[in-house]
């Protein structure tokens, strides 16, 4: 940002950091230094830990605050942090840029004119507060549950924002989960009912990813600075990824197939794998739930009528699998996966060798990538899955270990009963089986079911701009009868912030409480985000009201915010939700957000109070002082624990039976009463019940009692009888199709981008939308000036095959065009991409209706949108960034004038049918624009998606599933309800008219815990 001479300049005036070891000294160090080096300027710093929120990982941040001024004056990579070490990506230290932001937003704003008009006033926080409570207290008392709504990205926080609905009583969580990480989810829930993997990479022999943690992935810094150590340690590398990504450029292995062909040359490597006998046995054995699998007679029947099978084996032992793995697989040989997926045979099994070396300490990973690119992208995540199960590499030292495992939240000082509504809005019935609510088809999903919202806040959260399809989120939120009251809470602006009625300011990392705790690496740690300015005051012995005491203008945390607009929506305790946030210190009285910690700290984190006694500090002080606590160490093998004594004495224990038969019917394993105490509150699957109602507190495995696996067999499911028992049987194992044929017979599961389906020769490309840049994430990285000077374009990459055949250069224009629009955009020629198939990133493209407010200035242009008729909408751009006078100097120093382009805008939404996943990757047509520029011109027909959005329920097979229910009770939900919410009323109707499930299914379910 600085020139030459400013850096030089401002090296000279403030000096390197020197501290002199006795703080006492300081003084005499500074004087005495000052007489030596009269211009060196010096800083005194109050060191407060806090933890970075510009991705979920998490890492810990000191921020140095100037013991002169009381300023923030950076933020850098806190030592003590177990999971970052003192390490951060470039997003981390550049938090200091959004705190002195001049774009951001410090006062509470209300809409005046239409929304999007751009027109706002200043309103008080008290007013704000009465009119939303006002509108949340009428909806629940009318019983309204459903109109009220928390959409939220990546929350940056565990179970706060959560409690807080759960205290309301109502299902309005709305997430992030299907843009993201639906495929990746639902395919490691099928096998393991844990749906993230936290790959131990420091300890691992090989590692195969299909996410770019080495820049842009997820777990960024923490995963990146592992797999990095493991590297040097003589790790090898692979990575499958159609894209050259930078993690791909330093791997060992690059493979770079077909998109959405990824299935076939995992398949492929396991077939290597199973058919050479070089799987671990005893692991299978022990831990697969192939007893069920080799009972389903008439499952294995189904196979063999479609030709996966020669016959029935008539055996159902162990060795009987093995003989029926081997001929399910057969033809999924690496010369085949090569034709499928472009990648060449002789690398598939090298792959599957370096596999079978590192045996037990084999990582793999997928969150993103193709697994939320494609129909069916769920399945390329179980076949990857597939792998670390033949290698016994699940949980062991150095393998794949469920997130659960290496995550910790303690419990709160009080818990809401479990919710008593449903809410179809977010959960149709048409997706039983999503992961999670099915948020980016809001518009439609309200449209079609005729609902309407009366509050709806986004936090953490841009649709217009992040999801597929914004316009009609626009066309959503310009109606008032659809959307009583948008608010937004939020630091900065965004495309979003725009069309809300209340826009609120939120603090950033080190402005707000936050308890986290993320799976890096095999260990449970918390990590505390706290306002640093109110602790350094507090320290200093100044009275605090609220965080916004500490914080800039009247920003303020949500933490607090979401206690003051309980109290107001229960001001006399009459609705049962104010008891929820009253202090347990001090009865009947209002919590305070330290409190609500201290009694966190006090009783819900097993070592943490001996910890602290140890320093003579409070639970709470200690967190203050280092900002995270490390629960437990070596989180390994947790399936293999005996189950505790004290339970097994009062346990019903049930062997699987002599011929499995206890297992085909979920009878088999350890049951009790009542579910176990735990003081870690990680949301998992389950709870698992027998045909008595008892729950179940293990598994018998060689004779032992033992934890097993949160899924309805307690085993890895590599035979999915909620597939089978939720209407899609086709796919209950690992499957791909092998022909044409089979192809159209399970259409589910191909790409809608498949190569083969691809017009090449009129310039049909596939478009990979996907990436992301290391430096940037979505609307968080707004107001980071470092990070929009190294970053601020999203060019289309074309391999210079493609570009020869279509004549274009680098910087030529091309005009991309889908079925419900089109964008024009740059061309980046470049060997990085796989010839057929072009890429964008989805990082930039950033706009604003408004110069002042919209989105913030250092990356968005300024843009006009209009309807030219109904549904049809054109966005010109008036000019991309520009220098612009502000508080910050550097602003009017904006040396570039390219934003990007708003790609995601031209996509319909394309929602899974099985994970609920949105299949980003799309069918393009691409053509030089040939007269004059067009840059960032965008055409939407907000019918046509709409359309779009029909074709692909039709896809659905909806619940009501076994027992009538929505979904499978086992399967994760974030705000699970009891039960009885399950159940689908009756005489009620879904979005489609369809077949009941019963009619459809291959088996019925037969047990209580499907
Ligand atoms: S990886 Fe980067 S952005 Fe994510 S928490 Fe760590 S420092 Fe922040």
Redesign the pocket.
């Known amino acids: 940002m600085a020139t030459r001479e400013e850096q030089l300049k401002s090296i000279e005036g403030y000096g390197h950091l020197q501290t002199h070891p006795d703080p006492a000294k300081w003084d005499d160090w500074k004087e005495l230094d000052a007489k030596a080096w009269p211009r060196k300027k010096y800083h005194r710093y109050e060191l407060i830990p806090t933890?970075?929120?510009?991705?979920?990982?998490?890492?810990g941040?000191l921020a140095y605050i100037d013991k002169d001024t009381g300023e923030i004056r950076k933020l850098e990579?806190h030592p003590l942090h177990p999971g970052?070490r003192g390490?951060?990506?470039?997003?981390?230290?550049a938090?200091i840029n959004q705190v002195t932001n001049p774009e951001r937003i410090l006062y509470p704003l209300k809409r005046v004119g239409e929304r999007g008009d751009g027109k706002w006033e200043r309103t008080t926080w008290d007013e704000a507060l009465n009119d939303i409570a006002a509108r949340i207290r009428k909806s629940l008392l009318a019983g309204k549950q459903d109109e009220v709504v928390y959409h939220v990205g990546r929350p940056g926080e565990d179970e706060y924002t959560e409690r807080v609905l759960k205290c309301w009583g109502i299902d309005g969580l709305s997430s992030h989960t299907n843009v993201c990480s639906a495929g990746g989810r639902a395919g490691y829930a099928f096998w393991m009912g844990y749906d993230r993997p936290s790959p131990d990479y420091a300890n691992s022999r090989f590692i195969l990813m299909m996410s770019a943690h080495l820049e842009s992935g997820h777990?960024?810094?923490?995963n990146?600075q592992r797999i990095i150590e493991a590297q040097q340690k003589g790790t090898k590398i692979a990575v499958i990824d159609t894209r050259l990504s930078n993690t791909a450029s330093k791997a060992d292995y690059w493979l770079s197939p077909w998109p959405g062909t990824e299935t076939s040359l995992l398949l492929a490597i396991a077939n290597e794998i199973i058919q050479t006998d070089r799987y671990n046995r005893e692991f299978l054995h022990d831990w697969v739930n192939w007893k069920e699998f080799m009972q389903d007679r008439e499952y294995l029947a189904s196979l063999q009528d479609r030709g996966f099978l020669a016959k029935v084996p008539k055996g159902q032992g162990f060795d009987n699998f093995i003989s029926t793995l081997k001929q399910i697989y057969k033809e999924y040989t690496p010369e085949w996966a090569e034709e499928e997926s472009g990648v060449s045979a002789e690398m598939i099994r090298q792959i599957a060798d370096e596999i079978v070396r590192a045996g037990t300490a084999f990582a793999s990973n997928v969150w993103r990538n193709a697994a939320a690119g494609h129909l069916g992208g769920w399945m390329i995540t179980r076949s990857l899955h597939f792998l670390n199960v033949l290698m016994g590499a699940i949980g062991e030292p150095g393998s794949t270990l469920p997130n659960s495992w290496v995550k910790f939240v303690p419990a709160r000082h009080s818990a809401p009963a479990p919710l008593r509504v449903w809410n179809e809005n977010h959960w149709p019935r048409e997706y039983p089986l999503s992961f999670f609510e099915m948020s980016f088809c809001l518009p439609h999903i309200l449209k079609k079911r005729n609902k309407r919202l009366e509050v709806y806040f986004t936090r953490v959260m841009n649709p217009v701009w992040t999801f597929p399809d914004g316009f009609n989120w626009i066309e959503m939120f310009k109606e008032p009868d659809r959307v009583g009251c948008h608010v937004t809470l939020s630091p900065v602006w965004s495309e979003t912030s725009q069309f809300s009625d209340y826009v609120l300011p939120m603090g950033l990392?080190p402005e707000r409480h936050d308890l986290h705790s993320y799976e890096t690496q095999a260990s449970q740690w918390i990590g505390f985000r706290q306002p640093v300015l109110r602790v350094s005051k507090e320290r200093h012995g100044e009275k605090i009201r609220d965080t916004r005491d500490a914080n800039p203008g009247e920003v303020w945390e949500e933490n607090e915010f979401w206690i003051e607009l309980s109290w107001r929506i229960d001001p006399d305790g009459s609705m049962g939700i104010r008891k929820y946030f009253e202090s347990p210190y001090r009865p009947g009285e209002k919590i305070t957000v330290l409190e609500y910690y201290q009694w966190i700290f006090e009783n819900a984190v097993p070592g943490l109070p001996e910890a602290a006694a140890a320093e003579g500090l409070t639970p709470l002080a200690y967190m203050q002082k280092y900002g995270a606590f490390e629960v437990t160490k070596d989180v390994y093998g947790l399936n293999r624990k005996p189950v505790d004594i004290d339970i097994l004495q009062k346990a019903t224990i049930v062997p699987e039976g002599e011929h499995g038969e206890n297992v085909a019917t979920h009878e088999a394993g350890v049951w009790v009463d009542q579910a176990p105490h735990t003081a870690n509150h990680v949301p998992v699957a389950g709870p698992f019940k027998n045909s008595s109602g008892k729950v179940r507190a293990g598994i018998v495995v060689n004779d032992r009692a033992v934890k097993g696996f949160p899924t309805p067999s307690g085993k890895l499911e590599f035979f999915s009888t909620t597939l089978r028992d939720w209407g899609w049987p086709e796919y209950a194992i690992p499957i791909y199709p092998r022909n044409e044929v089979e192809r159209k017979r399970m259409p589910h599961i191909v790409s809608q981008v498949h190569f083969k389906t691809i017009d090449f020769a009129h310039n049909e490309y596939i478009l990979l939308p996907t990436f992301r840049l290391p430096m940037l994430?979505h609307t968080r990285t707004n107001g980071a000036k470092w990070l929009h000077e190294i970053a601020h374009a999203n060019p289309i990459w074309v391999h210079p095959v493609d570009a020869e055949r279509l004549q274009v250069k680098t910087g030529d224009e091309v005009k991309i065009s889908t079925e419900i629009g089109s964008i024009v955009d740059k061309v980046w020629v470049t060997e990085g991409i796989r010839p057929g198939v072009i890429a964008c990133s989805h990082h930039l493209g950033r706009w604003r209706l408004h110069e002042a407010t919209g989105s913030d200035r250092w990356s968005s242009s300024l843009v006009t949108i209009r309807q030219v008729t109904k549904g049809k909408w054109q966005m010109k751009q008036i000019h991309g960034p520009a220098p612009f006078k502000s508080a910050d100097k550097d602003s009017e120093r904006i040396w570039w004038s390219d934003g990007g382009v708003h790609q995601n805008a031209i996509f319909p939404v394309q929602p899974d049918p099985i994970s609920g996943m949105n299949c980003w990757h799309q069918r393009v047509h691409i053509e030089k624009v040939r007269t004059g520029t067009h840059y960032g011109e965008i055409e939407i027909d907000t019918k046509k998606a709409y359309e779009v959005f029909e074709r692909w329920l039709q896809l659905t097979r909806p619940a009501p599933g076994p027992g009538g229910l929505y979904r499978p009770i086992w399967m994760l939900r974030v705000l699970k309800p009891h039960p009885d919410a399950y159940v689908v009323p009756e005489g009620s109707s879904g979005m489609i008219d369809s077949t009941p499930i019963e009619k459809r299914t291959a088996k019925r379910a037969t047990s209580p815990s499907s």
């Open positions: 933890v970075c929120f510009n991705c979920e990982a998490a890492c941040l990579g970052s390490r951060n990506c470039a997003k981390g230290p938090t777990y960024f810094n923490p990146a990392a994430i």
